[in-house]
C-alpha cells in the first residue's frame, strides 16, 4: 500500500541486505524506519509492537531466523532462535507457524547452506503473504458488492476493530483487503473505526492507513459499535484474527467478542478475515485452549499522543496506585461468525467447512 504516494510494505529487505520495518510505535505521527540487525532485535520488536498482527509477526519472525542463521548457523542457535522468538507473543500462531516453517526448511541442510536458504525462505513467506491477502480482498469484495447492490449504490458502511490492516501484515491487510478492494472498484465505502483500547490501535493504524490510501471513514469510540448496529448504520463488520480454531473460534484483539454480540443482537453480518496460517488445527475450543496474552498494566493506565508542540508523550490516566488488567485478546465463539474469508473463498465457521476448504492442511 501506499504512505505519501510511495509503496511500501511493512517489513523487507534492504538492497544492503538489511532487514527494515515500519516502528509502528511512532503512527500516526512519525513514520519511523527500524533495522533489526540481530535476534535480539527481532525479539524486541516483536514483544514491544513495533511490529504486530499476526502475519507480520510471524514474517518478522522468520526473518529473524534468517538473521541468526548469517551469524551462527548452527542446530544450538537454530533451536534457541525459535525459543526466543516464540516466547515473544504466545496467542498469534502465525508466529508458531512461521518458525516451524523456518526449522522444516533449514534442519535438512548442512549449516554453510542455512543462511541463504533462510532468507530465501523469509522473503517467501512475505510473498506469500501478499498474495494470501490479496485473495481474502477479492472474495470479500463479492460481499461488499452484493450488499451495494441491495442497497441500489448507496454507501456501504463497515465497522473494523482494532487494526487488521496492512500495517499488520506485509501488504494489502486481511480485514481491510476487501475494502480497498472495493473501493478500487468504484464502489461507495464508508468504514467506521473502532479506537481499539489499550493501545488504541485503530485510532493510530487504520485511521492512518485508510487516510493515505484515501478511504472515507470515522473514527468512533470502542462503546459506540452496538449504538450504530442499532440505528440501522453498520452493514457488515469485519476483523481480523490472530487464531482460529479447527471448529471456527475466533481469538482476535480484546473487544471483537462483544462487537460479535452486538451484531448477533441486530442482525449484522460479522465476518471474520482468515489467512490460512492462522488456523490451529490442533484447538477445537477457543475459549478453552488459546492462550491470552497477559500485557503490562501500564498500556491500561497511559496512553500515548501528541502533545501541543508536536511531542509524542505518554500520559496517565488513572489515579496513582490503581491497578489494571490487561488481556490482549479474547475468544468469539464460531456461532457467532457469519463467515470466513479466507484465500479460498468465503467458509462457514465450522469444522467440516474449514476442513473442506483446506484439505490438504486439515489433519487426516
Request: hydrophobic share 40%; with cysteine.
Amino acid at each position: 500500500m501506499k504512505i505519501n504516494g510511495k509503496h511500501y510494505r511493512a517489513i523487507w529487505r534492504a538492497p544492503c541486505g538489511a532487514v527494515q520495518v515500519i516502528d509502528q510505535r511512532w503512527l500516526p505521527h512519525e513514520l519511523r524506519i527500524a533495522t533489526l540487525a540481530n535476534r535480539q532485535d527481532f525479539a524486541d520488536a516483536i514483544r514491544d509492537m513495533w511490529v504486530r498482527g499476526a502475519p507480520l509477526i510471524g514474517a518478522t519472525a522468520a526473518y529473524g531466523v534468517a538473521v541468526q542463521m548469517a551469524e551462527d548457523p548452527s542446530d544450538a542457535a537454530l533451536d534457541e532462535t525459535c525459543e526466543v522468538l516464540h516466547a515473544t507473543r504466545p496467542t498469534a500462531i502465525n508466529l508458531k507457524w512461521a518458525l516451524d516453517e523456518m526449522t522444516r526448511v533449514l534442519r535438512p541442510l548442512a549449516p554453510e547452506a542455512r543462511a541463504e536458504a533462510a532468507y530465501k525462505r523469509a522473503a517467501g513467506i512475505c510473498d506469500e503473504d501478499v498474495e494470501i491477502n490479496r485473495q481474502i480482498g477479492l472474495h470479500g469484495l463479492e460481499i461488499i458488492r452484493e450488499i451495494a447492490a441491495k442497497k441500489a449504490g448507496a454507501r456501504v458502511n463497515v465497522l473494523t476493530h482494532c487494526n487488521a490492516g496492512w500495517p499488520a501484515t506485509v501488504d494489502w491487510g486481511t480485514a481491510t483487503s476487501p475494502i480497498y478492494h472495493a473501493v478500487e472498484a468504484g464502489i461507495d465505502v464508508h468504514v467506521f473505526v473502532d479506537e481499539t483500547r489499550p493501545r488504541n490501535q485503530g485510532a493510530q493504524l487504520t485511521a492512518w492507513e485508510l487516510k493515505s490510501h484515501g478511504v472515507s471513514h470515522d473514527l468512533i469510540v470502542d462503546n459506540a459499535g452496538g449504538h450504530l448496529m442499532q440505528h440501522g448504520e453498520i452493514d457488515l463488520v469485519i476483523v481480523g484474527t490472530d487464531r482460529t480454531t479447527a471448529r471456527g473460534d475466533v481469538c482476535n484483539k480484546i473487544g471483537t467478542y462483544l462487537k460479535a454480540l452486538a451484531a448477533k443482537a441486530n442482525g449484522v453480518p460479522f465476518y471474520v478475515a482468515l489467512p490460512s496460517p492462522t488456523i490451529d488445527w490442533t484447538v477445537q475450543d477457543g475459549v478453552k485452549e488459546i492462550p491470552i496474552e497477559e500485557r503490562g498494566a501500564e498500556e491500561v493506565t497511559h496512553v500515548q499522543g501528541r502533545d501541543p508542540e508536536g511531542r509524542i508523550i505518554s500520559v496517565q490516566i488513572s489515579p496513582d496506585g490503581t491497578g489494571a488488567r490487561n488481556s490482549a485478546f479474547d475468544v468469539t465463539p464460531a456461532e457467532l461468525v457469519t463467515g470466513l474469508i479466507t484465500e479460498r473463498g468465503v467458509v462457514a465457521a465450522e469444522p467440516q467447512a474449514l476442513a473442506a476448504a483446506f484439505p490438504d492442511l486439515a489433519p487426516q
